[in-house]
């Protein structure tokens, strides 16, 4: 898996970049492709599939020192590899309906002078739709359901296994909104996800969290770019202590609308705040969508 990822960002980075015969309206990214987060507060319109292939590299740069307490940088000689390939498709069952289903990859190689341990295979899957309320030109709303599935190997584990899944249920209800000022979009988003106990009946923790963050897109004589940043933010729930774990991270990020079916985004989420965890990290999201337009 981890020589595929590898593969699959030289085929991206390869890609012919060059400038258009056109200038792209930046609508037409807004309304089909938007941001690299999952959020979609604007529906792709009926009869239309959306297709995107996403490669994770998760690095950790920051852990617990189990004595003192206190954050300290990850020792040379740890060596934590995560990525994963998540793979989304979305069809516009009608203008103000999507249905969408979400299946990731995972690879996972972690080595320590103590122990080494790995995880390669499935993880969990999820399936849902959202329901686009408002949709003009100024602003947009949508609410969003996902299942997830226990499908990610999480019981019967060696050692040297890491788990792949949660082994729970997951129910997750969103709502997303957009609004466009002259030049810059601001996006938001809020969700609650509730998870059952899992196979081996321990209760895993629930969740909530934001998304607020902008976005930029600008036609230049080299092609139609675009950038988006912001904040985001989750806090795990227990059941006895709502405070137990609050994470908090930056986003910035990038992409090229090659064209009206094809656009490439690079992005970067950052924790910039943990309040009770064992490794602190930063993800690259390499993205590829693809539009598959049956309207034209």
Not at 116 to 138: A, Q, T
């Amino acid at each position: 898996m981890r020589y595929r990822i590898i593969i699959y960002t030289l085929l991206v980075l390869g890609l012919k970049v060059n400038a258009q015969d056109h200038n792209i309206d930046s609508t037409i990214y807004k309304r089909n492709f938007y941001t690299s987060t999952k959020v979609r507060p604007v529906n792709i319109a009926k009869g239309n599939y959306l297709f995107t292939s996403q490669a994770t590299f998760k690095r950790y740069y920051k852990t617990v020192n189990p004595k003192s307490g206190s954050f300290e940088k990850l020792s040379d000689k740890v060596v934590l590899n995560d990525a994963s390939l998540n793979l989304t498709a979305i069809y516009g069952l009608g203008n103000k309906i999507n249905l969408i289903a979400f299946i990731p990859f995972k690879d996972f190689h972690h080595y320590t002078p103590m122990n080494f341990s790995k995880g390669i295979g499935l993880g969990d899957i999820s399936i849902g739709g959202n329901y686009n309320i408002i949709n003009d030109s100024l602003n947009a709303f949508s609410l969003r359901l996902d299942v997830g599935f226990p499908t990610g190997k999480n019981t019967n584990l060696t050692k040297q296994e890491i788990p792949l899944g949660t082994g729970a249920f997951s129910t997750r209800l969103s709502a997303e909104g957009l609004h466009s000022f002259k030049k810059t979009d601001l996006i938001y988003a809020a969700y609650y996800e509730y998870k059952s106990p899992n196979s081996s009946g321990t209760d895993i923790d629930d969740e909530v969290g934001i998304y607020t963050f902008f976005q930029n897109n600008f036609n230049t004589k080299y092609g139609n770019f675009g950038i988006e940043y912001g904040l985001t933010g989750n806090i795990q729930i227990p059941a006895a202590d709502i405070s137990q774990n609050i994470t908090a991270q930056l986003f910035i990020g990038a992409n090229y609308l090659y064209n009206e079916h094809l656009n490439i985004q690079l992005s970067i989420p950052y924790t910039i705040y943990q309040q009770k965890a064992f490794l602190t990290d930063y993800t690259v999201l390499l993205q590829v969508d693809y539009l598959f337009n049956r309207n034209k």
